[in-house]
């Protein structure tokens, strides 16, 4: 028989869905193998609204796949088409979008990140991310043939170059046993998680924003 404290604990879970659901996006940030595409469709589906990988945006209007893309064009003209999708892409509400590794780093993305939405950064360790790296170098031609003491050290560059802008997600979630419900408490508290691993600077939380199309349609048009 189920108690009245459980159908309670399920009305509120089920109006925090539904009241989550009238807010803007949420973006999807993190290094490379981090686990955003996976987590990211765990999320939309649980909110019910529409997932988005900003990579496989991008390798269908190019009709080439990332690796190749970035291998071919080289890192500036690959971050111009990376930023033409993301503009296309916030152009629809109620979005779940796992962005690249490199997204918000570049062409000032992180502003429009911020005002067209909510960040939440899946953080790792360096130890970790070594790991993940190895086993997709097929799929990561920037890490290709590189060894461990210098995956190691490729993975400290890019923290000391890129972390700062990952660190202003409104949300910051330690990635190890990573889960929707973590994610969800956090969003649900209005402030970044808080983990051993290290300490993240406590953000404010934003205001949410209800967005409107035809705006943005105009704007990025």
Same mark, same amino acid.
């Given at each position: 028989m189920t108690t009245p404290y459980l159908n309670l604990n399920w009305y509120l879970i089920w109006l925090f869905i539904h009241d989550i659901k009238q807010y803007v996006r949420y973006f999807i940030i993190g290094y490379k193998n981090s686990g955003k595409t996976s987590i990211g469709k765990k999320l939309a589906k649980r909110l019910n609204m529409d997932f988005v990988d900003l990579d496989d945006v991008i390798e269908k209007r190019e009709g080439k796949s990332i690796p190749a893309l970035y291998s071919?064009?080289?890192? $500036?003209?690959?971050?111009?088409?990376?930023?033409?999708?993301?503009?296309?892409?916030?152009?629809? $509400?109620?979005?779940?979008?796992?962005?690249? @590794? @490199? #997204? %918000?780093?570049?062409?000032?993305?992180?502003?429009? =990140?911020?005002?067209? @939405?909510?960040?939440?950064?899946? &953080?790792?360790?360096?130890? #970790?991310?070594?790991?993940?790296?190895?086993?997709? #170098?097929? $799929? !990561? %031609? =920037?890490?290709?043939?590189? #060894?461990? $003491?210098?995956? &190691?050290?490729?993975?400290?560059?890019?923290?000391? !170059?890129?972390?700062?802008?990952?660190?202003?997600?409104?949300?910051?979630?330690?990635? &190890?046993?990573?889960?929707?419900?973590?994610?969800? &408490?956090? =969003?649900n508290r209005g402030m970044p998680s808080m983990f051993s691993m290290a300490s993240v600077p406590m953000n404010k939380p934003a205001k949410r924003r209800k967005t409107n199309s035809l705006l943005f349609s105009y704007l990025f048009k």
């Open positions: 071919e064009l080289g890192d $500036d003209v690959f971050r111009v088409i990376e930023w033409e999708a993301l503009k296309e892409v916030v152009k629809k $509400d109620n979005l779940v979008i796992s962005l690249g @590794g @490199g #997204t %918000p780093c570049y062409c000032d993305n992180m502003n429009l =990140i911020e005002k067209l @939405g909510e960040a939440i950064y899946i &953080r790792l360790d360096n130890d #970790t991310l070594v790991s993940r790296l190895k086993e997709a #170098t097929k $799929d !990561r %031609p =920037i890490v290709l043939n590189k #060894t461990d $003491d210098e995956l &190691r050290l490729y993975v400290k560059k890019i923290r000391d !170059r890129f972390e700062h802008h990952y660190l202003r997600a409104k949300y910051c979630i330690d990635g &190890r046993n990573l889960s929707v419900d973590k994610i969800l &408490r956090s =969003i």
